[in-house]
């Protein structure tokens, strides 16, 4: 055998939009093996992360795609068990909105130290190290009090560690610095009041999001949960559907649609959505509970319809 065939390894990485300096999340990554003639293609988590596991060792080409920006592309060396990288995307000429350009101006004014912390915080976090990420982070604001994207991610880094009122804290200060205009740091407060079974707000909070920020998919469907928590499944269904048109891939948008099929009693509909989801992220961080439903759900309509 080849050293190809013997060694397995993963490459992975982080994808971030450079100018609003958020995880780009469910975009396409592309690789392509020089050697081995292998080519995968995966979408980012939440958290704009991916991962291609079984790799033989050696160069690959990575692309990553998406729509409004330039591709990317990048090369990663496979040495040894593992290799990580961070890669930015950048909008279009002819995609950049005039918000675009406003924040392009402040970002002149942003000190190179605030800069490398929160690029250091983002390795951090790419290597699953929250914890680490937070220091970094906290040097950025520093650096830099006006920071909003900084504080934004340090609320994301506690929300892992299961830090709800310090991430609370840390996406409110965003919220007040960015002047209401980072919707990110809305969508993650309304997230965190959902899990706190707060809806209501969070349903608010998440809309003003959405008035800044409604291409982003992510919005419509921490909306859609927050919906359907007010037991309200047709709203939250047409919410989610608003996510499918800016993004068909995003695949959490299906755990929603399931949820709305299951509190309707449509278990062939809940059934197709899980496996939607399945399909997308197979491997992805809801996908044991989400296969763990599925059975619940065949189950029932076993019962219900013995003949099929």
């Known amino acids: 055998m080849s050293s190809f065939e013997k060694v397995e390894g993963e490459i992975s990485g982080t994808v971030l939009l450079e100018t609003e300096k958020r995880p780009a999340s469910q975009v396409i990554v592309s690789l392509k093996s020089r050697v081995a003639g292998i080519f995968r293609s995966v979408l980012t988590d939440l958290e704009g992360q991916f991962r291609v596991q079984r790799l033989p060792r050696g160069t690959y080409d990575i692309v990553v795609e998406e729509t409004g920006y330039e591709a990317v592309q990048a090369t990663a060396r496979l ?7 961070v890669m930015y995307l950048r909008s279009k000429s002819g995609a950049i909105r005039q918000s675009d350009y406003t924040v392009s101006v402040r970002e002149l004014k942003i000190p190179g130290k605030a800069r490398n912390e929160l690029q250091k915080g983002f390795e951090r976090l790419a290597k699953n190290d929250p914890a680490g990420s937070l220091s970094h982070f906290t040097k950025a604001t520093q650096a830099f009090p006006g920071y909003f994207e900084a504080y934004y991610h340090t609320g994301v880094a506690e929300m892992k560690l299961g830090h709800n009122e310090e991430a609370t804290k840390a996406f409110q200060k965003a919220i007040d610095l960015s002047g209401g205009q980072y919707a990110w740091a809305e969508f993650g407060l309304g997230y965190l009041l959902c899990e706190e079974g707060k809806p209501g707000e969070a349903e608010k ?13 992510e919005g419509h469907v ?11 499944p047709d709203e939250a269904e047409r919410s989610v559907q608003e996510a499918l048109l800016r993004n068909p891939n995003f695949a959490d948008a299906y755990l929603v649609l399931s949820n709305v099929a299951a509190r309707k009693g449509d278990y062939r509909a809940e059934l197709q959505d899980l496996d939607a989801y399945l399909k997308l992220r197979p491997n992805g961080p809801a996908s044991e509970r989400v296969r763990r439903v599925r059975e619940g759900a065949l189950k029932i309509l076993a019962k219900s319809h013995p003949q099929d």
């Open 79 to 85: 040495d040894g068990p593992s290799s990580k990288l």
């Open 205 to 217: 909070i998440i809309r003003r999001g959405l008035e800044v920020e409604d291409a982003a998919p």
């Open 222 to 232: 921490s909306l859609g949960n927050a919906l359907m928590q007010l037991n309200r």
